[in-house]
DNA sequence: GCGACAAGCTTG
DNA sequence: GTACGAGCTTGTCGCT
């Protein structure tokens, strides 16, 4: 079949300036070349995306710069499933480990983390000196696509920079078909590996020579050099990530299949209701927003407010809780939505997306956002739901905190990697409310994070003494974590249900006592504007807001918003990405058995044997906290930990 | 039948 | 118009 294939392919010559290597003398050549360069570009070609689940590289593009300064790429094909002649893997699997173990040579790649998990596979390290042009690419423009394709059309000029993608995505299309299955469906099975070679190394080519004028492009912007600091994070963290996705969290699969169970009988309860008892049988379908309305508006006659980002009627939980209480109807639908949601999300896509051992694998991307967060998919490990206080309190008639057991929890559905092992989480503290307090160097803020006291507490006490009556902490939590980011008293109304008056006197009091947390806000969009709109944090992150001199008086504001919230948000991620390198790093000097297993936002995780769980403490939690810049306040990393699942974690001091 | 988009829900 | 940053899923709509 694979060979036929091949026979019915277009024969296409090579553009000049790339090699197709597939006799073991040229092989011998092109490492030699390489090993004499102090810096080769690489870029595998694979047999999927999923190098948990069996996909494995099927040939390597590699590209140098000649002692001229031109860049010279290569296609070394092994493993291609099309019958042509390609060379043997057990030949240059000694040679390719050489190259990329080689210290000495510095490995250019686009994502380097893929070439990293894919390396491992085949037994060897990616070691020495990295540079990620993704990365680089981010830190250049952040509100810009880093897909390698894009820039080299964007900041190289390059035109026709997809011209041997689209070759490829149609040999692609056409395989797909031929085989009767789905693009994606294809993808997943086969990858690259029935795509003729000739193609391949076109296309594989043009990747690496595209990724080496990047890193000339970027280079020569300086991009390595203005953003030092956290360019030395990034690039250690590549690596770091790699451990991290690739050590994964197990996941309790016949658990997730009762939880399933459970939320499709809820979902069939709720549909009956609504379609059965309610609707007497002429039934809608509840996934239908478009139906949703059409019943509530038209034939119910509801009334309200609130409309979609479009302008269209929203159907959202707040709109149907505005009726849940004397509407049957819209009490069921967010009954439905509930179990809905669970189903969809959290149980049979999680359980599909296990390793054969039940391990799940994410995709954490250093360049996912464009504050510097980091952000994650297939699994999403950073909105796994949380245990919901109602199911508990309705199943075992206690609160969580309490002791309580939600009988839909997620997770709950993340057990301990081994007996005996336990995973830690190494939370900060508040930290977007102390990045905010040494940015605005607000007394009261500082006195309070000096002081160790609850800022939610202490803002509900500073407004109740002004206020004349108590102020619920609830309240006051909403408006430290939303003013800073310009919410409005009409969303402090919305949010904290207040009534709008209040909200109004609520805000008023709170920008008279923290006073400088407003001309911060105005510091810092002034300070932007005088420099092309861009700011750059503490760490050297920059983020440009080109929207802050719209003459568009919303797209302004909203540009406002943007920068104030990725100036606080950004400064608080640099924190979680430069400590996962720190922990990862002296772990392992130390030779403790503890795994970096996962990171959400301003947390850390790791699994370690119970008899470490101290020793790994001592060591992380320290290095966590240690960031002498911040001048004002402590920053501070609470620990927890659990020996059952994720929903079990418990206070550390408590336990000794 | 596929891709893009919108809406809604989950999380820090 | 009215709070920042993400990912995943379903339904809808237009196009091939």
Redesign the pocket.
């Known amino acids: 079949m694979a060979t036929q294939l091949v026979a019915f392919a277009e024969p296409l010559p090579l553009e000049p300036n790339k090699q197709l290597i597939t006799t073991p003398e040229r092989f011998e050549k092109l490492i030699r070349f390489l090993e004499s360069r102090p810096k080769i570009v690489i870029d595998y070609e694979t047999s999927g995306l999923d190098y948990a689940n069996g996909a494995h590289s099927i040939g390597m593009g590699l590209a140098a710069w000649t002692d001229s300064g031109q860049i010279w790429n290569a296609y070394v094909p092994y493993r291609h499933r099309t019958g042509e002649r390609q060379l043997d893997f057990a030949l240059v699997a000694p040679a390719l480990k050489g190259l990329l173990e080689n210290q000495a040579i510095c490995k250019i790649a686009h994502n380097i983390k893929f070439e990293d998990h894919f390396s491992r596979r085949e037994g060897w390290a990616i070691l020495g000196p990295r540079y990620d042009t993704m990365i680089a690419a981010r830190l250049y423009d952040e509100n810009y696509s880093a897909k390698l394709e894009n820039r080299a059309e964007w900041d190289l000029g390059i035109r026709d920079s997809r011209r041997w993608e689209t070759r490829v995505h149609d040999r692609i299309v056409a395989l797909a078909r031929m085989n009767r299955l789905?693009?994606e469906a294809y993808k997943k099975i086969h990858g690259y590996e029935e795509l003729g070679i000739e193609l391949t190394a076109q296309y594989c080519g043009t990747d690496v020579e595209q990724t080496g004028l990047l890193y000339e492009f970027y280079e020569r912007a300086g991009v390595s050099q203005l953003y030092a600091r956290i360019w030395a994070t990034e690039m250690a963290l590549t690596s770091d990530l790699c451990d991290m996705e690739e050590n994964g969290l197990p996941l309790d699969i016949p658990y997730l299949e009762d939880v399933k169970r459970q939320v499709v009988q809820a979902q069939e309860v709720a549909a009956y209701q609504i379609n059965q008892v309610i609707l007497g049988g002429h039934g809608i379908?509840p996934?239908?927003?478009?139906?949703v309305f059409d019943l509530m508006w038209n034939r119910m006659g509801l009334r309200w407010t609130k409309k979609?980002?479009?302008?269209?009627m929203?159907?959202?939980?707040e709109v149907?809780s505005q009726f849940s209480a004397t509407n049957a109807f819209c009490y069921y639908m967010l009954k439905w939505?509930?179990a809905n949601?669970i189903e969809?999300?959290y149980t049979e896509?999680l359980i599909a997306m296990c390793d054969p051992r039940g391990v799940l694998h994410p995709n954490f991307?250093s360049v996912?956002?464009?504050?510097g967060?980091l952000?994650?998919?297939?699994?999403?490990f950073?909105?796994?739901?949380?245990d919901n206080d109602d199911r508990a309190i309705e199943f075992s008639g206690k609160k969580v905190e309490k002791g309580g057991v939600d009988p839909w929890s997620i997770r709950r559905a993340f057990p301990m990697r081994h007996p005996g092992w336990v995973r830690l989480f190494f939370d900060y503290s508040q930290v977007e409310l102390r990045v905010l307090a040494e940015y605005s160097q607000d007394p009261i803020m500082i006195d309070s994070f000096l002081r160790r006291e609850d800022l939610h507490q202490r803002t509900a006490n500073e407004i109740g003494a002004v206020w004349g009556k108590e102020c619920p902490r609830r309240v006051a939590k909403?408006a430290n974590?939303?003013i800073a980011?310009?919410?409005?008293a009409?969303?402090l109304s919305r949010?904290a249900h207040i009534a709008e008056s209040e909200a109004e006197f609520f805000m008023a009091t709170f920008f008279a006592r923290y006073s400088r947390v407003a001309a911060f806000r105005e510091e810092l969009w002034g300070e932007a504007r005088r420099n092309h709109c861009q700011w750059t944090n503490i760490f050297g992150r920059t983020r440009r807001v080109p929207d802050l001199q719209s003459g568009d008086f919303?797209k302004a504001?909203?540009g406002e918003?943007?920068l104030i919230?990725?100036a606080i948000?950004g400064t608080a991620a640099e924190f979680t990405k430069e400590s996962i390198v720190r922990a990862n790093r002296a772990l392992k000097e130390r030779r403790i058995p503890a795994l970096l297993c996962n990171t959400?936002?301003?947390?850390i995780q790791i699994d370690t044997p119970r008899e470490y769980m101290a020793e790994v403490i001592t060591i992380v939690k320290p290095l966590m906290e240690y960031y002498p810049e911040i001048k004002s306040i402590p920053i501070i990393a609470d620990v927890e930990w659990s020996d059952k699942t994720w929903a079990d974690k418990q206070d550390y001091e408590e336990a000794v």
């Open positions: 789905g693009i379908n996934g239908s927003d478009k139906e979609t980002k479009k302008g269209a929203a159907v959202d939980e149907l939505r509930e949601k969809t999300t896509s991307q996912g956002t464009v504050t967060r952000s994650c998919g297939q699994p999403n950073q909105n796994m739901s949380a909403i974590f939303g980011y310009c919410l409005s009409a969303g949010q919303r504001k909203s918003r943007r919230g990725s948000q959400v936002h301003d947390e």
